[in-house]
């Protein structure tokens, strides 16, 4: 099992764009949380995905959209991109919403917005 | 509101030597608390949570709540243990958001 998987790695987009990541949950998976990490800060919840729905949302404004497929995969959208966007993606997964199930996270993708 | 401070960027030691790396939060009702580590050019996993009470790695972490504290502490460093650490917060409202510290760097020299 090759865990949490996103693409792609890295991207660069320039401001005003929109972007599109993703995500594979670990197998055995159904819920997807994303995280955004600013370089020297800790990550951020954005929001968490469970049988197609938003479950829960952090503080984020609505540029930042998701989606979650039926074989729980699920890509993180963001809208007219700001400089302040570039950051590491993270994506994790987890076996039910239960709030003691651990979240297991994917490698990230480095967006930089230019 | 949720917060986590982790007070020190960089934590640096000698092997052997003993190492806490601090952790404090901030919230109204009981949490749970974690460390994440992030080895260099792996993925961020957890490395403890608080109900669990167990040592992981020779690392042990105990919830002080009247100080709201969670250090994380090790009494014999080891190389092996450079890395990046992030203390972690869920509230009690059955979500898994996870609200982390901006983290510490541990160095650990020979």
């Known amino acids: 099992d090759a865990g949490v998987t996103q693409s792609p790695t890295h991207l660069i987009k320039t401001r005003g764009q929109q972007v599109t990541l993703r995500c594979s949950p670990k197998?055995?998976?159904?819920?997807v949380s994303w995280y955004q990490q600013a370089l020297g800060q800790g990550p951020q919840f954005i929001f968490q995905?469970?049988?197609?729905?938003?479950?829960q949302r952090g503080n984020f404004p609505d540029r930042f959209s998701g989606h979650q497929f039926p074989n729980y995969s699920s890509e993180l959208n963001v809208n007219a991109l700001l400089l302040g966007d570039s950051a590491l993606y993270l994506c994790?997964?987890?076996?039910?919403?239960?709030?003691?199930?651990?979240?297991?996270f994917g490698p990230g993708t480095r967006l930089t917005v230019l | 509101a949720q917060r986590v401070t982790q007070p020190e960027k960089l934590l640096s030691v000698f092997k052997g030597a003993p190492v806490e790396l601090k952790c404090n939060y901030s919230?109204?009702?009981?949490?749970?608390l974690f460390w994440y580590v992030q080895y260099s050019r792996q993925r961020l996993q957890l490395l403890l949570r608080?109900?669990s009470r167990e040592s992981i790695k020779g690392f042990t972490a105990d919830l002080n709540k009247g100080e709201t504290s969670f250090h994380l502490k090790k009494p014999f460093a080891q190389e092996e243990d450079s890395a990046m650490y992030y203390c972690?917060?869920?509230?009690?409202?059955?979500?898994?958001?996870?609200?982390f510290g901006t983290g510490t760097r541990l160095l650990v020299s020979p």
């Open positions: 994790a997964s987890s076996e039910g919403v239960s709030s003691y199930n651990e979240q297991f």
């Open positions: 197998s055995g998976h159904d819920t």
């Open positions: 995905y469970y049988e197609e729905e938003e479950r």
């Open positions: 919230y109204s009702g009981s949490p749970e």
């Open positions: 608080h109900i």
């Open positions: 972690a917060l869920k509230g009690n409202t059955g979500f898994q958001k996870l609200v």
